[in-house]
């Protein structure tokens, strides 16, 4: 029994008895104390408002409740405050605090904690309302609001993220398993290990770096990569896609908006209204747009394998540095003939035939060498010589 009692009296929280004090017209309650925790283990947060969560040397989790609230006096504020409960406790190698309180939606409620940064997985959940930060950890984390912005920074580990409605950024994470938010902006400055899986309802999707394979899905906005060191995966439903540089092949799709491509280790893009532009790809592409143009620019010194390109009403244009060897096929499946305008007279005019696809104009550009498949529908097929 004595040692029972000896476990419990080590497992109890060193606090500081909670204060109110007036801050102009605001006034603040604030309550602290810490709690036992595995170096190592796990740590689980739940609070209503705002969850700010730092990682640190320490070998306790502290955590400080602060509300605020404008009010004429001090009992006029205890009744916005209203009751509150904090149970913080360790069990085994998970510690809880968990905030339950049924404050006034006048009162900004905020949970700051402390913990040592080794934890191997943290979760913060909030209630109703409120954002989440979480900054220094070399573990995992899993954050998740009904309403507000969640921000993660300086996680080694992998990062989830759900917002039912607000914005996402991540700093310097070490991958994105998970980030979802129903109607919000999505930053990633840098995710070493890729991401997973990301999306958006409607907002900007923003990837600036990437070490690994990229996922994104945006149902009302416009996706960016800047740099991608392998395969990215992009699909959009309205909204610009666009692709700096990627170290892998390029997925894109797009029901309402134009792609982008830079330099990649293949394409393949397709576009139901909109134009799809290539700036430097390798590899092979296979482009199609039902209703918009198609622009490629070849690169010297980027070779290519056999591509397809394919506009069901719009124009074709590929520039060709003047010694890239290539050989090109311009057809039309559906019989007809559209014009051509080449400055390589390599690629001459095919005769009539009754076949199909119909071979409106082929050659070989500086002894040929890859197909490049061109299929015009009725647009105009732009044969340019780059420099």
Same mark, same amino acid.
């Given at each position: 029994?004595?040692? /029972?009692?000896?476990?419990?009296?080590?497992?109890?929280?060193?606090?500081?008895?909670?204060?109110?004090?007036?801050? @102009?017209?605001?006034?603040?309650?604030?309550?602290? $104390?810490?709690?036992?925790?595995?170096?190592?283990?796990?740590?689980? !947060?739940?609070?209503?408002?705002?969850?700010?969560?730092?990682?640190?040397?320490?070998?306790?989790?502290?955590?400080?409740?602060? %509300?605020?609230?404008?009010? $004429?006096?001090?009992?006029?504020?205890?009744?916005?405050?209203?009751?509150?409960?904090?149970?913080?406790?360790?069990?085994?190698?998970?510690?809880?605090?968990?905030? *339950?309180?049924?404050?006034? =939606?006048?009162? $900004?409620? %905020? +949970?700051? /904690?402390?913990?040592?940064?080794?934890?191997?997985?943290?979760? +913060?959940?909030?209630?109703?309302?409120?954002? !989440?930060?979480?900054?220094?950890?070399?573990?995992?984390?899993?954050?998740?609001?009904?309403? @507000?912005?969640?921000?993660?920074?300086?996680?080694?580990?992998?990062?989830?993220?759900?917002?039912?409605?607000?914005?996402?950024?991540? @700093?310097?994470?070490?991958?994105?398993?998970?980030?979802?938010?129903?109607?919000?902006?999505?930053?990633?400055?840098?995710?070493?290990?890729?991401?997973?899986?990301?999306?958006?309802?409607?907002?900007?999707?923003?990837?600036? *770096?990437?070490?690994?394979? !990229?996922?994104?899905?945006?149902?009302?906005?416009?996706?960016?990569?800047?740099?991608?060191?392998?395969?990215?995966?992009?699909?959009?439903?309205?909204?610009?896609?666009?692709?700096?540089?990627?170290?892998?092949?390029?997925?894109?799709?797009?029901?309402?908006?134009?792609?982008?491509?830079?330099?990649?280790?293949?394409?393949?893009?397709?576009?139901?209204?909109?134009?799809?532009? +290539?700036?430097? =790809?390798?590899?092979?592409?296979?482009?199609?747009?039902?209703?918009?143009?198609?622009?490629?620019?070849?690169?010297?010194?980027?070779?290519?394998?056999?591509?397809?390109?394919? $506009?069901?009403?719009?124009?074709?244009?590929?520039?060709?540095?003047?010694?890239?060897?290539?050989?090109?096929? !311009?057809?039309?499946?559906?019989?007809?003939?559209?014009?051509?305008?080449?400055?390589? =007279?390599?690629?001459?005019?095919?005769?009539?035939?009754?076949?199909?696809?119909?071979?409106?104009?082929?050659?070989?550009?500086?002894?040929?060498?890859?197909?490049?498949? /061109?299929?015009?529908?009725?647009?105009?097929?732009?044969?340019?010589?780059?420099?």
């Amino acid at each position: 029994m004595r040692a /029972i009692l000896l476990a419990a009296a080590a497992l109890r929280l060193l606090g500081q008895e909670p204060v109110i004090t007036r801050q @102009g017209n605001y006034w603040v309650y604030t309550e602290s $104390a810490s709690v036992p925790v595995e170096p190592h283990g796990q740590l689980q !947060v739940e609070a209503r408002g705002h969850i700010v969560v730092h990682g640190d040397g320490g070998d306790r989790v502290f955590y400080r409740l602060v %509300q605020r609230v404008p009010a $004429a006096s001090e009992s006029e504020a205890r009744q916005l405050f209203g009751i509150r409960d904090v149970a913080a406790r360790r069990l085994g190698s998970v510690t809880r605090v968990v905030v *339950q309180q049924n404050s006034s =939606p006048k009162v $900004a409620n %905020q +949970l700051d /904690i402390n913990a040592p940064r080794t934890l191997a997985v943290v979760t +913060l959940q909030t209630q109703l309302i409120g954002g !989440v930060d979480a900054y220094d950890l070399d573990g995992s984390v899993n954050a998740r609001t009904p309403s @507000g912005d969640i921000r993660l920074d300086r996680i080694r580990g992998w990062v989830a993220a759900r917002a039912g409605s607000g914005n996402l950024f991540f @700093g310097h994470v070490g991958g994105i398993e998970e980030c979802l938010t129903g109607a919000g902006d999505i930053t990633v400055e840098n995710a070493v290990g890729g991401v997973k899986a990301c999306r958006t309802g409607a907002g900007e999707l923003i990837v600036k *770096q990437a070490g690994a394979p !990229v996922v994104l899905e945006n149902e009302g906005g416009n996706i960016t990569v800047e740099r991608a060191a392998a395969a990215v995966e992009a699909h959009a439903i309205s909204g610009l896609i666009r692709i700096g540089q990627a170290g892998g092949e390029v997925i894109a799709d797009s029901r309402g908006g134009a792609i982008q491509v830079g330099s990649a280790r293949g394409v393949k893009a397709e576009s139901a209204q909109g134009p799809v532009r +290539l700036r430097g =790809p390798a590899g092979p592409m296979n482009v199609s747009t039902a209703a918009g143009s198609i622009i490629a620019e070849l690169m010297a010194g980027v070779p290519i394998q056999d591509s397809w390109l394919a $506009a069901g009403s719009g124009d074709v244009t590929v520039s060709i540095p003047s010694n890239f060897p290539v050989s090109v096929m !311009v057809t039309n499946d559906r019989g007809g003939y559209p014009q051509i305008m080449s400055d390589f =007279p390599e690629v001459r005019p095919a005769g009539l035939t009754f076949a199909k696809p119909q071979v409106v104009a082929q050659g070989a550009i500086n002894g040929g060498g890859p197909v490049l498949h /061109i299929n015009a529908g009725t647009g105009v097929v732009y044969l340019r010589r780059s420099k």
